[in-house]
């Protein structure tokens, strides 16, 4: 979270598939694990699914061990129904979740205005006794239109929702990181103007294999915007079961 800028939106943007709810579960863990008070705006995702991703993502960096979605969401099928072998192997994860929670707060915001998804983060204050320092909008073409710009065009519902969060986040000590879809162009799915008004804008890209279509471990991290970060490119290794 130290990266990145607060006072202004970071866009983080990937094509269909390469991990951008990944991307997103990796960072509101890691500030989890920094202490950082987080708010990570589910979308598309239930709490539970949400949980279970960032379980994942977790148990690989602490634990060094990978467990996949399926994996662990067997595993509390099988508790609820008396299994004993799970019902062990989800204590990890209860207790996860009862520590996770006191710094993570994931609502579920599909359907949910820019203005609903404001109000839900100063309700945030009230149960973390103090401001988030990160939110997450996982991711933004979920976020519904306000009911009195819905007889606007797509475009300026768009250009509406991006200078919303803008004015929002301007300069407070907070980092507000829009997921966003990322078009075969390189562009913005939702609207450019989220490129414009991000002070950074961070792509995640995998190669996918032409004959078998698997999409290749090696995952590229992009910095092409930075305002006063700079510019550049990572590359690291993505482990897909577990999404880390």
């Known amino acids: 979270n130290s990266y990145f800028r607060f006072g202004a939106p970071i866009l983080l943007s990937a094509k269909s598939g390469v991990g951008k709810s990944a991307g997103a579960c990796n960072i509101a863990v890691h500030n989890y694990l920094s202490k950082t008070y987080t708010v990570y705006f589910a979308g598309e995702d239930t709490m539970a699914e949400t949980l279970i991703k960032c379980f994942t993502v977790w148990s690989m960096v602490k634990l060094g061990r990978s467990f996949a979605f399926t994996e662990v969401e067997e595993w509390l099928h099988k508790a609820v129904h008396g299994d004993a072998a799970c019902i062990q192997l989800t204590k990890g994860f209860h207790v996860f979740v009862n520590d996770f929670e006191k710094y993570v707060r994931i609502v579920e915001s599909e359907y949910m205005t820019p203005s ?40 300026e519902q768009n250009i509406d929702k991006s200078k919303t969060f803008k004015r929002y986040v301007k300069g407070k000590p907070m980092a507000l990181i829009n997921v966003s879809q990322l078009n075969d162009d390189n562009r913005t799915a939702e609207s450019t103007q989220f490129e414009k008004d991000a002070a950074q804008w961070i792509i995640l890209e995998r190669e996918q294999d032409k004959e078998t279509d698997e999409l290749s471990p090696v995952l590229k991290i992009r910095m092409v915007k930075g305002r006063r970060t700079g510019s550049g490119r990572f590359i690291c290794h993505f482990d897909g079961p577990s999404g880390t």
């Open 116 to 155: 609903a998804m404001l109000i839900e983060i100063e309700r945030t204050e009230n149960i973390f006794g103090e401001m988030p320092k990160c939110v997450i909008n996982d991711y933004i073409q979920i976020n519904e239109t306000e009911h009195f710009l819905k007889r606007d065009s797509v475009r």
